[in-house]
C-alpha cells in the first residue's frame, strides 16, 4: 500500500501546484520516513516523490529542515540502483544550495557519491556526477573532494 500510494504522489509531484501543497500538508516528512523502509521499492517510490518536490527551491528547504539528508545520503549505499540513482538525484538538486551542501559533506556523502561514479548504471553515474560538481563549486568542500577521492582510489 505505502509504494502504490508513493506511486500516486510522485504522478502528482511533477505539476508545480501539487508540490506546494505536499509540502504544505506535511507530505514531506512522511516520505523522509518511508526512505528508511525495510522495502526497496517504497524507498525507491518515495525517493521518485522527493526528487520531484527538490526541482522547487521550497522544497528542497523543507527536505533539509525536516531532516531528510541524513537518510538521502544512506540510501547511497543501497544495492538497488533505482533508489541510489532517485537518492543521488535528490542530493544532486539539494546540493545547488551551499548551506546544503556543507550538510551533505558533513554527512559523508562526498565519497558515497564519487564511489557510484563506477556504477554500471549510466543513470546512478550522471546524478552522482551532477552533486559532485553542485558539492565542487563551494570552496570550503575542496579538501573533502580531494580526501574523498583519495580515498575512493585506495578501495
Given at each position: 500500500?505505502?509504494?502504490?500510494?508513493?506511486?500516486?504522489?510522485?504522478?502528482?509531484?511533477?505539476?508545480?501546484?501539487?508540490?506546494?501543497?505536499?509540502?504544505?500538508?506535511?507530505?514531506?516528512?512522511?516520505?523522509?520516513?518511508?526512505?528508511?523502509?525495510?522495502?526497496?521499492?517504497?524507498?525507491?517510490?518515495?525517493?521518485?516523490?522527493?526528487?520531484?518536490?527538490?526541482?522547487?527551491?521550497?522544497?528542497?528547504?523543507?527536505?533539509?529542515?525536516?531532516?531528510?539528508?541524513?537518510?538521502?545520503?544512506?540510501?547511497?549505499?543501497?544495492?538497488?540502483?533505482?533508489?541510489?540513482?532517485?537518492?543521488?538525484?535528490?542530493?544532486a538538486n539539494l546540493s545547488v544550495n551551499p548551506d546544503n551542501a556543507r550538510k551533505i559533506v558533513e554527512e559523508g556523502g562526498m565519497p558515497l557519491?564519487?564511489?557510484?561514479?563506477?556504477?554500471?548504471?549510466?543513470?546512478?553515474?550522471?546524478?552522482?556526477?551532477?552533486?559532485?560538481?553542485?558539492?565542487?563549486?563551494?570552496?570550503?568542500?575542496?579538501?573533502?573532494?580531494?580526501?574523498?577521492?583519495?580515498?575512493?582510489?585506495?578501495?
Amino acid at each position: 500500500m505505502q509504494e502504490q500510494a508513493c506511486g500516486a504522489l510522485r504522478n502528482l509531484s511533477i505539476m508545480p501546484a501539487n508540490k506546494q501543497r505536499l509540502a504544505q500538508l506535511d507530505g514531506v516528512p512522511a516520505l523522509i520516513q518511508l526512505l528508511s523502509s525495510p522495502h526497496e521499492e517504497v524507498q525507491a517510490q518515495a525517493c521518485m516523490v522527493l526528487q520531484n518536490l527538490s526541482k522547487s527551491s521550497d522544497c528542497r528547504h523543507v527536505i533539509v529542515q525536516q531532516g531528510g539528508i541524513p537518510p538521502l545520503i544512506a540510501l547511497l549505499w543501497s544495492f538497488n540502483e533505482h533508489v541510489q540513482e532517485h537518492s543521488a538525484g535528490i542530493v544532486a538538486n539539494l546540493s545547488v544550495n551551499p548551506d546544503n551542501a556543507r550538510k551533505i559533506v558533513e554527512e559523508g556523502g562526498m565519497p558515497l557519491l564519487i564511489g557510484l561514479l563506477r556504477s554500471p548504471c549510466q543513470g546512478v553515474q550522471e546524478q552522482a556526477a551532477v552533486a559532485i560538481r553542485n558539492l565542487s563549486v563551494e570552496p570550503e568542500n575542496e579538501v573533502s573532494f580531494r580526501c574523498a577521492c583519495h580515498a575512493v582510489a585506495l578501495c
